[in-house]
């Protein structure tokens, strides 16, 4: 879980001390931080992959910090989960409306915390493996691509053709790329360039390109999506 960053707002330094104990020994990172000045410093340098966010803080609030988060549309994927001795259901509703993802209430269990971050940490391995655009999603662990959750039957080429255009959404890949994915051991000739476009012509039938408009030809160069 080395790859599974955790920031900590917490300004009482004893609870802070329990959380990083408690996910470390469970392999997460934690970095601490006692006031929400520090923190926003760190983090418009490096970005987590999910905030512990204490409400009642030093300097800046809590919620101050969750909005100023949420602006940026960007951190949209971080999880920022409130850990608050506000009780009230009002509290809990304001904190959510406001961006947070979850709320737990203090004093609380450590080994909640723990299973709660541990979903997290689920659905961000999740996220690893697919890769999505629009109503479209790659399954990289299963290798499998679906439309609108419908899975499409795909040839081995073709799915090779089309989770290298989706590993590199928004770039060009060249037809002699392309080819090399699927068949690195033979040598190139001029048959390439129609052998890849018979493959592209099949992927748009299947997945409902007749407009050309999601795997998009670039004259000259190749394909790309995104």
């Known amino acids: 879980m080395n790859d599974f960053v955790i920031y900590s707002i917490e300004d009482d330094q004893e609870i802070s001390e329990v959380i990083k104990i408690a996910l470390s020994k469970n392999d997460f990172v934690v970095k601490s931080f006692y006031d929400g000045e520090s923190f926003l410093e760190e983090f418009n ?14 300097g800046i609030q809590g919620d101050e910090i969750l909005k100023k988060i949420r602006l940026d549309r ?23 409306n406001d961006g947070a993802d ?19 940490y689920r659905k ?37 053709i089309i989770s290298t255009l989706f590993m590199n ?13 699927i068949w690195k051991d033979v040598d190139k000739d001029n048959s390439v360039s129609r052998t890849i476009d018979m493959h592209i012509k099949s992927l748009r039938n299947k997945i409902g390109d007749k407009d ?14 995104g």
């Open 102 to 120: 979850d709320y737990i209430i203090k004093p609380f269990n450590i080994k909640e915390l723990v299973s709660r971050i541990n979903v997290w």
């Open 124 to 160: 961000f391995l999740d996220r690893l493996y697919i890769i999505k655009l629009d109503q479209f999603s790659l399954h990289l662990d299963k290798e499998e691509f679906y439309v609108f959750n419908e899975k499409i039957d795909l040839t081995k080429n073709e799915y090779k």
């Open 45 to 58: 340098k490096n970005k987590p992959n999910l905030i512990l966010l204490d409400l009642m803080l030093p």
């Open 169 to 181: 959404k928004g770039k060009v890949v060249s037809r002699d790329e392309l080819f090399d994915k």
């Open 74 to 96: 960007n951190n949209n994927d971080i999880p920022i989960v409130i850990l608050s001795a506000k009780s009230l259901m009002n509290d809990k509703i304001n904190g959510l």
């Open 212 to 225: 050309k408009e999601i795997i998009k030809s670039i004259y000259g160069n190749g394909y790309k999506i």
